[in-house]
């Protein structure tokens, strides 16, 4: 995986190691003004809207059990769906201060379940060892990061085996 950095190290390394960590999410945006995050997942074949809403309540079920059992503070979340082509694009919009790994796990998990080999994911899994020490990484990074305030606009995508971050 290699990444370009961009003005914020912190939140370049924030986005870049997120999406090393979940090959299933194609693009993540940092939007400093709400301190929100916006996750992209990207499915090969066009979705309806009775299907998009059984993820999203599935999703959004499934993060607020997470929250009550790990005491986070439930925030609100957004879902949001568009087309392009042949493809559909999955967005959670939520924020950052009480984002965590074990959440982000939980949604990558049940997007890879609920769609299969139509998710489009990253090229190369990482080696387990290297998984961990990522996600440990990771996780640290959240923490730091709800302390601290980004200051500008961050996109990270996903282009085969490639992350890179950029000011926005």
Do not use: W
């Amino acid at each position: 995986m290699e990444y370009r950095k961009a003005n914020q190290p912190e939140g370049v390394n924030l986005l870049a190691s997120i999406m090393i960590c979940y090959r299933e999410i194609s693009a993540v945006f940092y939007e400093p003004k709400n301190r929100t995050v916006k996750i992209t997942f990207t499915v090969n074949k066009l979705m309806d809207e009775k299907s998009f809403n059984e993820i999203a309540t599935l999703l959004d079920e499934s993060i607020h059990t997470y929250h009550m059992i790990s005491g986070i503070p439930f925030m609100p979340i957004e879902f949001t769906m568009e087309t392009q082509g042949a493809h559909a694009f999955l967005h959670i919009i939520r924020d950052l201060e009480t984002l965590s790994n074990g959440e982000l796990a939980i949604i990558a998990s049940i997007m890879r379940d609920s769609m299969g080999d139509s998710l489009i994911m990253g090229d190369t899994a990482l080696d387990e060892e290297i998984l961990e020490m990522q996600e440990e990484n990771l996780e640290n990074m959240l923490l730091a990061t709800h302390a601290m305030q980004l200051r500008h606009s961050l996109v990270g995508v996903r282009e085969g085996d490639a992350v890179m971050v950029y000011d926005k």
